[in-house]
T-cell receptor, first 114, second 114 residues
Framework: DQQVKQNSPSLSVQEGRISILNCDYTNSMFDYFLWYKKYPAEGPTFLISISSIKDKNEDGRFTVFLNKSAKHLSLHIVPSQPGDSAVYFCAATGFTSGTYKYIFGTGTRLKVLA | NAGVTQTPKFQVLKTGQSMTLQCAQDMNHNSMYWYRQDPGMGLRLIYYSASEGTTDKGEVPNGYNVSRLNKREFSLRLESAAPSQTSVYFC?????????????FGSGTQLSVL
């Protein structure tokens, strides 16, 4: 049962345009959502997060939007740069069913074309 | 500042062999985690340690054991390796479990079980 889903395995975007990466979740008990970026042969690194009580969080070129009713979040990168080419994972955290969960999605590979 | 250090970086095992993956962090974090990354499956939590002296199962604990040796070190042991355990393993740490905590990842161990 995949509680956090990223339905697009890959995405290509021209440099300077907007990249939109999507993530869906099934468990309404999650209280924080985070995005991580991963380059080949490296571990993931934290990018940006959002609390479940907010609908938007912005940090420079990166903005995360949360739609709780749809159980959907998205990461917007504007403008996209070639260095943004990486795999992006969304993650959801919370205590559910008596245990702590920190669950990642399957990842979306972003390629920014120069 | 090394962050999270994992050893070894690569390992090939034969079915039935055992091995221990080592992880150490120098950020004085309380919580540590072991994840595995498989194609199309994202990052899945194997075990975590919320604080020194405690360990708990994650999503996919079968076939693994862990030891929180001290606050710095968290090892993952495969007692009898199986081909299904071929994966990339990541260790991570955070100041505390839950909520908006960022995970800091090591660079990974690529394990092949023949």
């Amino acid at each position: 049962d995949q509680q956090v889903k990223q339905n697009s395995p890959s995405l290509s975007v021209q440099e300077g345009r907007i990249s939109i990466l999507n993530c869906d979740y099934t468990n309404s008990m999650f209280d924080y959502f985070l995005w991580y970026k991963k380059y080949p042969a490296e571990g993931p690194t934290f990018l940006i997060s959002i609390s479940s009580i907010k609908d938007k969080n912005e940090d420079g070129r990166f903005t995360v939007f949360l739609n709780k009713s749809a159980k959907h979040l998205s990461l917007h990168i504007v403008p996209s740069q070639p260095g943004d080419s990486a795999v992006y994972f969304c993650a959801a955290t919370g205590f559910t069913s008596g245990t702590y969960k920190y669950i990642f999605g399957t990842g979306t590979r972003l390629k920014v074309l120069a | 500042n090394a962050g999270v250090t994992q050893t070894p970086k690569f390992q090939v095992l034969k079915t039935g062999q055992s091995m221990t993956l080592q992880c150490a962090q120098d950020m004085n974090h309380n919580s540590m985690y072991w994840y595995r990354q498989d194609p199309g499956m994202g990052l899945r939590l194997i075990y975590y340690s919320a604080s020194e002296g405690t360990t708990d199962k994650g999503e996919v604990p079968n076939g693994y054991n862990v030891s929180r040796l001290n606050k710095r070190e968290f090892s993952l042991r495969l007692e009898s390796a199986a081909p299904s355990q071929t994966s990339v393993y990541f260790c991570a740490s955070s100041e505390r479990p839950g909520g908006n905590e960022k995970l800091f990842f090591g660079s990974g161990t690529q394990l092949s079980v023949l």
